[in-house]
């Protein structure tokens, strides 16, 4: 009698086992299938590197984010090299949906290539409406370039001026302008240098003038140009280094300038500022250099929060707003930095109760009303001008605070933001005696700590 009864509980058992089996097989195919649904739909992805080498930029998103027409690019290539440019074309198609990816195949299509111009395999071209850009290089730089060239239609030029010991554009050493002007030719703007000794007039072509850290008193002809082509629109970016007196280079004060800078409501102080932040002495900088983490609301800098930049050789600002002129600070220097006026010797006491203490203003942007229509002139005055040399601007943020300064300038607002970050050279150097302990350690010594671990253990558990 207990045998028919057993085969209940037994049919009943497996029914139930089969059920549960049944269950979690569904289960497991309605999630795969989910999964599968949203990765074609979806295609998100995280990078965990710590200069986000994987990831388009800031500013990548926001032009392409912004497109108010569609784009397309157009990758020229072999079926073979397609793969190599999938990966970076198709995070800009997954920015936004007004922007698709087209391969051609040049061995289907040879024509193609002649008919767009492409020289050579992997050529990227980007087209908005009826412009085409190409695209110098398969990186995100050469990519976004290509669209920045495409939105921007006019030229841009950016005039330095020289003849009075400034930064050089052309100049490759550390206190050169040349890595900023690559910089800016990577947004297509163009460069140039002009004097102001030689003709008092900024020629029209500029669209944004800058000077950078000049030696030498500028002349009253030239002063007065300047301030002609501000307030009658005109956009300038000023970086003056504080009046030092010391050794064989020594930097004029400059006063004609400071002069009309102060009748726009910005005084450049005649002093030093040293910054005692022990942070700063971390990153490797000195007492000289002023390191900057916080800024005020403006468009030049609401980007760089959280990031840092340096200056040095600064001195501080005096900013009020006038009749006719806005002015903003950008930033200041941290409270344990001070402000000296002793300009003549490197000998510096930190207790003097005459030194002007910290937080000091470092930059600010101004604005002035020439009374047209739609004009408006612009300047920034920051004090230092080896913040953007090369030797410095590959500081952190430095190139972000130095291309953002000229877009405001420009009126390119669109392209404010964080540009993308160089790879970082993790390589690591060694001598050929720590290159054979790595190998002694590796090959030998862990395995045999191993190795002694176990018999340890199964000594003790035999």
Request: proline share 4%; aromatic share 8%.
């Amino acid at each position: 009698m207990n045998l028919p009864l057993n085969l209940q509980l037994l049919k009943a058992r497996q029914t139930r086992y089969v059920a549960y089996v049944t269950l979690y097989i569904a289960v497991v195919l309605a999630v795969i299938t989910v999964a599968n649904v949203l990765g074609d739909r979806y295609n998100k992805s995280y990078d965990s590197t710590s200069n986000k080498r994987y990831s388009l930029s800031e500013q990548t998103a926001k032009i392409v984010k912004g497109l108010k027409e569609p784009a397309t690019i157009y990758y020229y290539d072999r079926p073979t090299g397609f793969s190599r440019a999938k990966d970076t074309l198709d995070e800009y198609a997954n920015l936004s949906p007004k922007v698709r990816v087209q391969y051609v195949d040049l061995e289907k299509n040879p024509l193609a290539a002649r008919e767009a111009g492409v020289k050579s395999l992997g050529t990227a071209i980007v087209q908005i409406g009826s412009r085409k850009e190409e695209a110098n290089g398969l990186t995100e730089e050469g990519i976004t370039g290509a669209f920045i060239r495409d939105l921007k239609s006019s030229t841009r030029t950016v005039c330095f001026v020289t003849g009075s010991g400034e930064h050089q554009i052309d100049e490759t050493g550390p206190g050169g302008y040349s890595r900023f002007k690559d910089l800016l030719g990577k947004e297509s703007y163009e460069t140039k240098s002009i004097n102001l000794l030689t003709k008092a007039e900024v020629p029209s072509d500029c669209t944004v003038l800058a000077v950078g850290g000049p030696k030498s008193d500028y002349q009253q002809p030239e002063v007065d140009s300047i301030k002609k082509y501000i307030e009658d629109g005109g956009r300038a970016m000023f970086l003056l280094n504080p009046p030092l007196k010391m050794g064989r280079s020594e930097i004029a004060d400059n006063d004609a300038l400071s002069t009309v800078l102060e009748s726009w409501g910005v005084t450049p102080d005649k002093d030093l500022i040293l910054d005692l932040n022990p942070i700063g002495q971390l990153a490797g900088l000195g007492y000289q250099d002023a390191l900057v983490t916080h800024y005020d609301s403006h468009e030049i800098v609401n980007a760089m929060k959280g990031t840092a930049t340096a200056f040095p050789y600064s001195r501080s600002l005096e900013i009020k707003s006038g009749g006719k002129t806005t002015v903003d600070k950008l930033f200041e220097t941290s409270e344990t930095s001070l402000a000296t006026e002793k300009l003549d010797t490197p000998r510096i006491n930190a207790n003097d109760p005459k030194n002007k203490k910290g937080p000091l203003t470092l930059a600010a942007a101004g604005s002035y009303r020439t009374g047209k229509e739609n004009t408006q002139g612009r300047f920034v005055v920051v004090g230092s001008s080896d913040w953007v040399a090369n030797g410095f601007i590959s500081f952190n943020g430095n190139r972000d605070l130095a291309m953002n300064t000229i877009n405001w300038l420009a009126s390119d607002e669109e392209l404010i933001s964080i540009r993308p970050k160089e790879r970082d050279d993790r390589r690591i150097t060694m001598t050929r005696a720590q290159l054979n302990w790595v190998g002694i350690t590796s090959l030998g010594l862990l395995p045999l700590a191993v190795v002694i671990a176990g018999v340890t253990v199964w000594w003790r558990r035999r």
